[in-house]
């Protein structure tokens, strides 16, 4: 069966994207996909504006700016370290919360989209604002540029070098932990080097530390300045070093090509595209764009295969409701509990791997809060639901750690929709025709659940409050979890 213009333009919103805006939906129908890519690309063609919201305490006390910063010569008093710890927290909240708006409402969807990508493939877990932001910076600026800059940035931030033990990665003692996920997490992939390649690589990046205030530094005098070998390569080798060999190996292209392949077009990988893609980002010097162009241009990637084909992260899940129905949030401190509750919390992965995605994301109990979210917000309804006391939910981080990141249960997620632009969308659509369309516009694939069915919850006491109630019954369906 041949695929709509309007599925496919939906598509290309989700996956470049997170989901149509309720703006987008009058011309779904009429834009050729051609026209949303270059206008996702353009949009995103400026470099970012850097989310700064740290507290001036923290920023004073890294920087030596004020009082406490002047002080910070000497060791810091429990209490002025208990207040760092919880002001830092509070920060990272805001963090969050200030990203997925980003995500939400701004024009450059493909830049936040590839950077929610790079942020689970660098995943990296810490308390300190500064570095997170940092990061987080660097990830946006190079979402897509060249993985190269990208590598290199991560490499070099303070939030990796401590979230891997790299500032304990000294001359005569080296810490492999930065080496070796460098090769099986972020380049080569698993397989592809041995466990002498990262003895030796680990060598090559004693030195390599972190200022207070997140800036990069080389201590000279901790670097191993020894002849190594690492994937055939013998020489003085420096961290710089270590990083073109990886990258001047096809395997890297390889592996980060099947990677962003799973995540963009499908779990289930077609090998001859893998082949082909991976060899244009190798020979482009790993240019991302390109890359990225490449994929959303082919047809194939409109194949009725790729369409729905994906769970929903709970991020993507989140900021697209939002998209399509705009709405203000009573409580926006619950989407950290949603978050945490739906197995996705930005800024804590589970670890260095980032989060699994795909049919790790539902289980039985979060699969029914997804089904029953829609309408706790619709509703206004009362969240008192806590989260599992168990590693996977818990990020691996203790309770005490994360309770300033959204507290526990019976929290109101309720929200103000704005319906008027959605509810104008339908405005000259037969009273016949509304069910199939207001489904075609919420939904990837067709429905299990009968059309009758949706139509008998309904509330069809006026026009505008069946496709209100309608909607949000679609939303509810299994098939809306997928994209």
């Not at 810091?76 to 919360?97: A, G």
């Not at 084909?309 to 409701?321: T, V, Y």
């Not at 981080?397 to 704005?418: S, Y």
Request: net charge neutral; with cysteine.
């Amino acid at each position: 069966m041949a695929v709509s213009n309007q599925l496919k333009n939906q598509h290309i919103m989700w996956r470049a994207g997170f989901g149509p805006m309720v703006e987008d939906l009058h011309r779904l129908d009429d834009s050729p996909p051609t026209a949303f890519v270059n206008a996702l690309f353009k949009a995103s063609s400026k470099p970012p504006v850097y989310i700064d919201v740290a507290d001036n305490f923290i920023k004073g006390l890294a920087m030596g700016v004020d009082e406490i910063g002047k002080q910070s010569k000497r060791d810091l008093t429990p209490e002025e370290r208990k207040r760092v710890r919880e002001q830092s927290k509070k920060d990272i909240k805001n963090l969050n919360l200030t990203w997925l708006n980003k995500m939400i409402d701004s024009k450059e969807q493909l830049r936040e989209k590839m950077a929610f990508f790079w942020h689970g493939h660098f995943a990296s877990r810490n308390l300190n604002i500064l570095y997170q932001q940092q990061l987080l910076d660097v990830v946006r600026t190079n979402a897509l540029g060249n993985f190269r800059d990208l590598l290199t940035g991560v490499s070099k931030s303070a939030a990796m070098i401590n979230f891997l033990n790299n500032n304990q990665n000294r001359k005569d003692h080296p810490n492999e932990n930065f080496a070796r996920e460098v090769m099986e997490l972020f380049t080569l992939g698993r397989g592809n080097y041995t466990e002498s390649d990262v003895k030796e690589a680990a060598r090559a990046f004693t030195g390599w530390g972190a200022g207070l205030n997140g800036e990069f530094v080389f201590r000279k005098f901790q670097h191993d300045d020894g002849t190594k070998t690492v994937l055939g390569k013998t020489g003085k080798l420096q961290g710089e070093d270590i990083l073109d060999i990886l990258l001047n190996r096809p395997e890297t292209a390889q592996f980060i090509t099947r990677k962003i392949y799973r995540f963009f077009v499908n779990e289930q990988v077609d090998e001859n595209h893998i082949r082909q893609l991976s060899d244009t980002f190798y020979k482009s010097d790993y240019d991302i764009s390109k890359l990225m162009r490449e994929i959303f241009s082919s047809n194939w990637f409109y194949n009725e295969s790729n369409i729905g084909a994906r769970i929903k992260s709970p991020i993507e899940l989140l900021a697209g409701m939002q998209r399509m129905l705009p709405m203000e949030l009573e409580n926006p401190e619950a989407q950290l509990l949603l978050q945490r509750l739906l197995g996705q919390l930005l800024f804590y992965p589970p670890n260095v791997a980032g989060w699994p995605g795909g049919k790790n994301w539902i289980d039985s109990s979060s699969l029914m809060l997804r089904l029953r979210l829609p309408k706790l917000l619709y509703e206004a309804d009362e969240l008192a639901v806590s989260p599992k006391d168990d590693d996977d939910i818990m990020m691996g981080m203790k309770e005490k750690n994360l309770k300033q990141m959204g507290k526990l249960g019976g929290q109101l997620i309720g929200a103000q929709i704005d319906w008027n632009l959605y509810v104008n969308k339908y405005e000259k659509i037969p009273r016949e025709k509304l069910m199939s369309s207001i489904a075609g516009n919420v939904l990837q694939i067709r429905s299990s659940v009968a059309d009758d069915v949706i139509i008998r919850h309904a509330d069809s006491s006026s026009r505008n409050s069946f496709i209100k109630s309608a909607t949000i019954q679609l939303m509810c369906t299994p098939e809306y979890q997928l994209c």
